[in-house]
């Protein structure tokens, strides 16, 4: 199917829900409940003939959406295990290996292994078709030119996003290997009109392409990111550095869920907008993370994937630990019937700080330093010492910023959010951006070491190149 955009051009898909099937229903409580028929398909049959699944899932007399969440979640401690015991795919993966058209894995940089799961060539389709909506809200057209910052590897988004590009045409840059230097140049070379890439690596991106000229003049016209949660007042301020090219956003996991920000972009009249989840790749729940149940429009909880299209290597409601705030269906100002989840918003859900007493979110420190004006990014350490839990904050700063006033300023702008005091000190231009790893990273800005730190007493002490601030 082929549908007009708002834009201009014919998109190979109906792109005002995002449906490459014309039988896939357009209208919310149907569409949720064709997902559901088809992901207790999935389950009938995973319980009945895979090796995997087969001993762990009894099934419910019901089929309604409580019943299924009767069924037990996965989780990645699962599925690393499942490879381990039956390598290299584990015992979910039944396709035959003349069947599979690629492998991804996850990263294990959290210590806990290695997720490996094939695709066939249904999967690879489905998963490059929802790529494919997301880079087309975003405005991506046939010979777009598009700059991948990150590599192409074994990694799914570097693979994902070509193959999504590809499916509309685009003109892609693989980029991912070359230096942040290198990528600069070649943005004004061949004057590149998307950028993807984490919110973080984009900061450093722009700070080396503004030593080779006007970003203005640049061509820019969106820039896509994923990975990292940001705030509004980040997103205002990106938006800007890169000269009003339009800030976009894709969540995706390598369980085979994602969501895209519509063509609006990420800022909305009211904040930060809508990720629409792409409606034939997954059914999804969003789960209170005390009670597993469903959490109403506003509200987060947990994410839990079922993908509707994973038969190489299948998954059944898998627990992706990703926090996110649920945004039901017709919320979005473009009017799309997708629910979706809250631009900037996805966290771990185990990423909550305890400090002092009180429960702290990320977020809540995003939102407090990045409304002062002149912060360009921060870094943040809890550390434990004889003298109590302490907070110390580094700030990059502006190059026309007050140092002292900007971080008098963080001081208030924490103890206002969270009700804590924070060590602030400002660091040169370019030490915290400059230290942003190339390629598809994902940057925490915060780092608890109070179970390394409780005995020392010079947990306190500045790091180098610090220039100002005092509690």
Known sequence: ????????????????????????????????????????????????????FRPRCVLPAGRDAADFRSLPVMTKADVVADCDLAPPYGSRTVAAPSELRHIVQTSGTSGRGTEVYALDAGDEAAIFRAEAVGFWWAGVRPGTRVLLTLPVSLAAAGQWYRGGLSLIGANVLCAGSYSTEAKAELLFRFRAEVVVGTPSYLQKLAAAAEVLGDLENLGVTSIIVAGEGYGLDWARRIERRWRGAVLYEQYGCTERIMAWACPRGVLGEDGLGVLHVPPELAYWEVLDIETHEPVSDGEYGELVST??????????????????????????????????????GVRRADAMLKIRGVNVWPEAFDAALFSVEGVVEYRGRVTCSDEGEAINIEIETAGNADEAETACSVREAVRLATGLRATVSVVSPGTI??????????VSRWIDLRATTASRTDALAPVAGSKAGEP
Do not use: H
């Not at 919320?331 to 019937?337: L, Q, V, Y």
């Not at 951006?433 to 994902?442: E, L, M, R, T």
């Open 433 to 442: 951006v400059g230290s942003v790893p190339p390629g598809f990273v994902k």
């Open 1 to 52: 199917m082929t549908t007009v955009t708002a834009q201009g051009g014919l998109a190979p898909f109906d792109d005002w829900i995002g449906r490459w099937d014309a039988q896939t229903p357009s209208e919310p409580s149907e569409l949720r409940a064709w997902q559901l028929e088809q992901a207790w398909r999935i389950a009938e049959n995973l319980a009945r003939d895979n090796p995997f």
């Open 307 to 344: 993908p509707l299209r994973a038969d190489a290597s299948p998954l059944l409601r898998f627990a992706t630990g990703d926090r996110v705030e649920y945004v039901a269906a017709g919320s979005c100002n473009c009017g799309r019937p997708l629910p979706g989840i809250r631009a900037g």
